[in-house]
């Protein structure tokens, strides 16, 4: 598989949605975690991310704009043991409701669809960062608009090579009803060497009219300690 430049995706593509980004530092010794929201309505603009002992939640910036908070108010990050998690939606906590209770991601993962947002239909998208630096992504996505039938599908990546990650993504572009990702999850460079650097190269290439918020968390494999960095539009 070809890898390709994560930020001409980005400049290219004015509205892949939510998007998460997992692989390896270039020296290789982090696990580099990404994960960003757009948004075309006011109530999907209108949220920040803000920092929780172990992860992110969404958070309204404006509490009386909030219309309606399914869909959008989530942990988009959490931590189980040394596994990181990290989603588009609440199937975070189903995740590691799942691990706890000696399930396996993709067991945990079988309980969830698509989302009911009709009629995009939009898909959940997973992954699943293991301290050794091994990773897993996931997307569960109706069959080509069809609500009737779910297609789930699980991407294991073992050893990640250093300065190599994978990119999935909600929307292969914008649209109306917006298409759904397809394919597999997209080989993309890595070339920033910390969590800021990272964070301020993936925040200058998404869309300036529809991006909303940008989580970037760096992990040392030997210390299991982390560098975090949030951007919101909405300071």
């Given at each position: 598989m070809k890898t390709l430049d994560l930020t001409a995706l980005l400049r290219i593509n004015p509205y892949p949605?939510?998007?998460?980004?997992?692989?390896?530092?270039?020296?290789?010794s982090k696990s580099v975690i990404a994960y960003?929201?757009?948004?075309?309505s006011e109530n999907s603009r209108n949220r920040i991310f803000v920092e929780t002992p172990d992860g992110i939640r969404t958070q309204a910036y404006d509490p009386a704009k909030l219309t309606d908070p399914s869909l959008i108010i989530y942990a988009p990050v959490r931590v189980f043991g040394t596994s990181t998690i990290v989603t588009n939606g609440d199937q975070?906590?189903?995740?590691?409701?799942?691990?706890a209770a000696g399930k396996s991601f993709?067991?945990?993962l079988r309980k969830r669809t698509f989302e009911p947002d009709k009629p995009?239909?939009?898909?959940?998208?997973?992954?699943?960062v293991q301290q050794n630096g091994d990773y897993?992504?996931?997307?569960?996505?109706?069959?080509?608009?069809?609500?009737?039938?779910?297609?789930?599908?699980?991407?294991?990546?073992?050893?990640?090579?250093?300065?190599q990650?994978?990119?999935?993504?909600?929307?292969?572009?914008?649209?109306?009803?917006?298409?759904?990702?397809?394919?597999?999850?997209?080989?993309?460079?890595?070339?920033?060497?910390?969590?800021?650097?990272?964070?301020?190269?993936?925040?200058?290439?998404?869309?300036?009219?529809?991006?909303?918020?940008?989580?970037?968390?760096y992990i040392d494999r030997k210390?299991?300690?982390?560098?975090?960095?949030?951007k919101n539009k909405h300071n």
């Open positions: 949605g939510r998007g998460i980004v997992l692989g390896s530092s270039p020296d290789g960003f929201i757009m948004g075309r975070t906590d189903t995740i590691r409701e799942g691990l993709e067991e945990a995009n239909y939009t898909p959940r998208i997973s992954g699943l897993t992504l996931s997307i569960l996505k109706s069959a080509d608009g069809d609500p009737a039938s779910c297609r789930r599908y699980f991407f294991d990546y073992e050893a990640p090579l250093a300065g990650g994978h990119f999935l993504h909600t929307y292969m572009e914008d649209g109306n009803p917006l298409p759904s990702f397809q394919g597999e999850p997209e080989q993309v460079d890595i070339v920033s060497d910390t969590a800021a650097d990272f964070a301020e190269l993936l925040w200058t290439y998404l869309n300036e009219d529809n991006k909303v918020s940008l989580f970037v968390r210390t299991g300690e982390w560098e975090s960095v949030i």
